[in-house]
């Protein structure tokens, strides 16, 4: 059974633009959750889709923005990059259709921002 | 906001010993309490879970404990390996489906 996909695996990208990263989840799992972790911060939640549905939002500026497709794959994006966007972005999957069913990571997104 | 306090934030163990690694939680609305295992350039792993209807839970070396009237809970790895060393995550439900981290727990086991 494929894990939780994600690409691209590093980005460099400069200070203004934006940036879309992809993660397509594990088969079946309806629950995408995204994280940002940077070794300031640790891992902070950005964001959860459900159905396609926000479900839950974390304290991020709106720059960040994510949407889910039908097939669950999910998309985040990042609108005028700034330094500090610069962390390794991760996606987790779970079924979703309980509380705080298993959350399965994949390898993340390196976003270096110049 | 609910606030996850993980300590220590390093930890050097020998080969055999025994490592420990704590976390305390303010407040939970769900009872669900996992840790995760990451190694370098990975994404981190799912390690064990407990859900406080127990007090421990155990699987192969690695145990959970719980202590729910402290707000309290804690790895244990048994005989640590060097194949162990990674760094260590707890959570705790930030709500349905996210999760609260704790800052991580970087384990070096010497050989």
């Known amino acids: 059974k494929a894990g939780v996909t994600q690409t691209p695996r590093y980005l460099i990208k400069t200070r203004g633009q934006q940036v879309t990263l992809s993660c397509s989840p594990i088969?079946?799992?309806?629950?995408v959750s995204w994280y940002q972790q940077t070794p300031g911060q640790g891992l902070q939640f950005l964001f959860e889709y459900f159905s396609e549905t926000q479900r839950n939002k974390g304290n991020f500026p709106g720059r960040f923005s994510g949407r889910q497709f039908s097939n669950s794959r999910s998309e985040m994006n990042v609108s005028t990059l700034e330094l500090g966007d610069s962390a390794l972005y991760l996606c987790a999957s779970s079924w979703g259709d309980t509380l705080n069913t298993e959350a399965f990571f994949g390898q993340g997104t390196r976003l270096t921002v110049v | 906001q609910q606030q996850v306090k993980q300590s220590p934030q390093s930890l050097i163990v020998q080969k055999g010993g025994i490592s420990i690694i704590n976390c305390a939680y303010e407040?939970?609305?769900?009872?669900?309490f996992p840790w995760y295992q990451q190694f370098p350039g990975k994404g981190p792993a799912l390690l064990i879970a407990?859900?406080?209807?127990?007090s421990e839970k155990k699987e192969g070396r690695f145990t959970i404990s719980f202590n729910k009237s402290a707000k309290q809970f804690s790895l244990h790895i048994m005989d640590s390996q060097p194949g162990d060393s990674a760094t260590y995550f707890c959570a705790a439900p930030r709500g349905a489906n996210n999760l609260f981290f704790g800052t991580g727990t970087r384990l070096t086991v010497i050989p």
């Open positions: 088969s079946g799992h309806r629950s």
């Open positions: 407990i859900r406080p209807d127990v």
């Open positions: 407040n939970t609305a769900f009872d669900y």
